[in-house]
């Protein structure tokens, strides 16, 4: 998969929003999607920019945790052990050679995948 669908997946599942931004609860109504919306476009965007900047040898070496460590250095605004389960789907994900199809009525994302099997 690519970076950019790996970490839109890792928001999609690992994003707590509420944890992440405890304000949200004094917002009024009509302003929260656009407030969440902007966070999480500036964090897909910050965790795009560290990956690409400096995050290859830890995508090559399945390193979730130091991946994580190396965001956080960067200033990715996230709870540490939110950004950890973050690195850690966007690790497993990373090394799918997998496209994505649709998400469904019930919230489930769901991908081609192509697999190779050794007997």
């Given at each position: 998969?690519?970076?950019?669908?790996c970490?839109?997946?890792a928001?999609?599942s690992?994003?707590?929003?509420i944890?992440?931004?405890?304000?949200?609860?004094?917002?009024p109504?009509?302003?929260?999607?656009?407030?969440?919306?902007?966070y999480?476009?500036?964090?897909?965007?910050?965790?795009?920019?560290?990956i690409?900047?400096?995050?290859?040898?830890?995508?090559?070496?399945?390193?979730?945790a130091?991946?994580?460590a190396?965001?956080l250095?960067?200033g990715?605004?996230?709870?540490?052990?939110?950004?950890?389960?973050?690195?850690?789907t966007?690790?497993?994900?990373?090394?799918?050679?997998?496209?994505?199809?649709?998400?469904?009525?019930?919230?489930?994302?769901?991908?081609?995948?192509?697999?190779?099997?050794?007997?």
């Amino acid at each position: 998969m690519t970076i950019d669908a790996c970490i839109a997946h890792a928001i999609h599942s690992d994003l707590d929003i509420i944890e992440a931004l405890p304000e949200v609860h004094d917002l009024p109504v009509e302003d929260l999607e656009m407030y969440v919306e902007k966070y999480v476009l500036r964090i897909q965007e910050s965790l795009y920019n560290v990956i690409i900047d400096r995050g290859d040898k830890y995508i090559r070496a399945k390193d979730a945790a130091g991946l994580c460590a190396t965001c956080l250095e960067a200033g990715v605004g996230l709870p540490p052990h939110m950004l950890l389960k973050m690195c850690q789907t966007i690790m497993n994900l990373a090394q799918l050679d997998a496209k994505f199809i649709l998400d469904t009525e019930e919230g489930k994302s769901l991908y081609y995948v192509k697999l190779t099997v050794t007997v």
